[in-house]
Nanobody, 124 residues
Framework: QVQLVESGGGLVQAGGSLRLSCVASRSTFSSYTMAWFRQAPGKEREFIATSSWTGVGTAYADSVKGRFTISRDNAKNAMYLQMNSLEPEDTAVYYC?????????????????WGQGTQVTVSS
């Protein structure tokens, strides 16, 4: 079992930036594939980005490519999502997720471990 805690959400104007953090409870964090998802009201959970355990293998949703950057610091059991050029459409609850698989996935069903989420609101 691994517990995940997100932080860094908030209210920001369009065009602004936020940095989300996800801290894991286990020292074996470095062996987990990690990902960020988001869910807006009335919508399904949406894949944002994923990182392999090394941090070298990353993938992004087209909607955030070039604006968001996923990174991780295994020494701190932490993962980050740097979000730039935010748009009102980015408003959602953002979740971090983890899997012990060495593969990266875009489907939420492949991630058994989830944080509680952090709200991001982008005003126009």
């Amino acid at each position: 079992q691994v517990q995940l805690v997100e932080s860094g959400g908030g209210l920001v104007q369009a065009g602004g930036s936020l940095r989300l953090s996800c801290v894991a409870s286990r020292s074996t964090f470095s062996s987990y594939t990690m990902a960020w998802f988001r869910q807006a009201p009335g919508k399904e959970r949406e894949f944002i980005a994923t990182s392999s355990w090394t941090g070298v293998g990353t993938a992004y949703a087209d909607s955030v490519k070039g604006r968001f950057t996923i990174s991780r610091d295994n020494a701190k059991n932490a993962m980050y999502l740097q979000m730039n050029s935010l748009e009102p459409e980015d408003t959602a609850v953002y979740y971090c997720a983890a899997t012990r698989s060495s593969y990266t996935y875009a489907s939420p069903s492949n991630y058994p471990y989830w944080g509680q989420g952090t709200q991001v609101t982008v005003s126009s």
